[in-house]
């Protein structure tokens, strides 16, 4: 079966994913698009022969549309997703699922009521080789039980629009749910300390940041947060448990020896960083939907959690308190009690 794909916005991450879906996935076809834009929106569907429609409504209503891609704006997200739910029809979401842990909450209660799950979230660190053989060795118990996780998200730079809030809401988003996924545990408080502060940056940018979270089983994770970091873009982490660590490796790189030294390279940006967790992740959700399953990526009670705890990081920052997270019970739907 060719899974039908009608594509909410084609700005630059809209483009590669249809790029993706037509270049790199098998299975799939990318059928109609939509965008703000309605001359970017023409000119994104020519290129593979698909059309342009008016608006998301149109598109998910469209009888050549299997399943749904949401890239467009974030405030737009619960709008597209409430829809396609609503429809019936599979949707995958980047992140955030929606701007608000009360729009998340109404996915939430819509995918309840419709009695299956439709929506995937894109957390995309959950098909790197590294974060899965991380989440293995966690869960054979070869490290005993995890004490403490030490990570790190470095940026060379951002651009001046780049705002405080957006380290916890944009940055370590990805962080708080590769995170809950590794530990399979939930982070109830969070807490932000601002280190002496890098004069690489803009003026009105607390950068460093370092995030504290602790989780319900009384893990303790600290996440540096350096978005002018200036070398590359560098993510760490390591998990400390009872009898042992493990440590995500660094991409493949080759020893380059010369002039004195002894060198590997640090990617520059994301895109390089995380392309093959992008691919993997678009090949499994089109084969899921082309079977007819249920997807097993990040769910809308991910994406509700992600918003609320990254929401509190903010208000941790804001205010220098310890702030609990608050989630409420996780429905049966997404593996909570009954």
């Not at 118990?141 to 990570?151: D, F, K, M, N």
């Not at 030294?261 to 939907?289: K, N, Q």
Request: proline content about 4%; some cysteine.
């Amino acid at each position: 079966m060719t899974v039908r794909v009608g594509v909410i916005g084609v700005g630059w991450i809209g483009q590669e994913h249809i790029r993706r879906l037509t270049e790199v996935v098998t299975g799939a076809e990318v059928t109609a698009v939509t965008d703000i834009d309605a001359a970017r929106a023409e000119e994104a569907a020519s290129r593979v022969g698909a059309r342009a429609v008016a608006n998301g409504a149109e598109l998910i209503a469209a009888d050549d549309v299997d399943a749904v891609l949401v890239t467009s704006w974030g405030p737009t997200h619960a709008e597209h997703v409430l829809n396609a739910v609503a429809a019936g029809k599979p949707v995958f979401c980047e992140k955030p699922l929606a701007t608000t842990a009360e729009d998340c909450l109404r996915i939430v209660e819509a995918e309840m009521a419709h009695g299956r799950r439709l929506v995937q979230v894109g957390f995309m660190r959950r098909y790197d080789a590294g974060y899965r053989k991380m989440k293995q060795v966690i869960d054979s118990g070869r490290i005993g039980e995890p004490l403490i996780v030490h990570c790190a998200h470095r940026n060379p730079t951002v651009p001046e629009s780049y705002t405080s809030s957006m380290a916890a809401l944009d940055t370590a988003v990805h962080e708080v749910d590769v995170l809950r996924w590794l530990l399979d545990d939930e982070i109830v408080s969070t807490q932000v300390v601002t280190p002496r502060a890098t004069s690489k940056r803009f003026a009105h940018l607390k950068d460093p940041q370092i995030m504290l979270f602790e989780t319900a089983k009384g893990v303790r994770i600290d996440l540096e947060v350096f978005v002018n970091c200036q070398y590359g873009y560098d993510i760490q982490c390591e998990a400390v448990g009872e009898e042992g660590l493990v440590r995500l490796p660094d991409p493949a790189s080759v020893g380059l020896r010369s002039a004195g030294r002894h060198s590997t390279e640090v990617p520059t940006d994301w895109v390089g960083r995380f392309a093959d967790a992008f691919d993997t992740e678009f090949r499994e959700w089109i084969a899921g939907v082309a079977a007819g399953s249920e997807p097993t990526g990040p769910s809308a009670w991910d994406g509700y959690a992600a918003t609320v705890i990254t929401s509190a990081t903010v208000e941790a920052l804001e205010s220098g308190r310890v702030v609990a997270t608050d989630l409420k019970p996780r429905p049966a739907l997404y593996g909570g009690a009954a």
